[in-house]
């Protein structure tokens, strides 16, 4: 079976648009990195690192220090699917830095978006 293209696809390349779709909404850059850091473990260092290294989605998901343990609670359709029924795994953890970007845009608050 093939891969499917965006795990090939660089960070770096997509990370602008998840930047301009909460900006649009009147969001920042840095709710979408608090986003990335929280579902990730990564930090600002590191973060600076893959996107300067254009690292491809499959790694920066796969060297994901670690995933955050609430990511169960992340529920809905996102690009037509459910996201907690996704089988493949790491599309499933793209689908889920989809889908919080998406309530970012939508205006959920922070406290919401982060389960928390």
Known sequence: MTKH??????????????????????????????????????NNTDFENILKNKTDFETFFNEAPRLNPNVSKIT?????????????????????????IDELARGKSMEKILRT
Request: proline residues 3%; contains cysteine.
């Open 5 to 42: 293209r965006i795990f090939s696809t660089s960070f770096a390349s997509v990370y602008p648009h998840y930047i301009n779709k909460a900006e649009k909404k009147g969001r920042t850059k840095e709710e979408v990195d608090i986003i990335i850091f929280w579902l990730t473990g990564y």
């Open 76 to 100: 809905g359709v996102i690009c037509g699917y459910r996201v907690e029924v996704i089988e493949d795994p790491l599309m499933q953890k793209i689908r889920y830095l989809d889908k919080l």
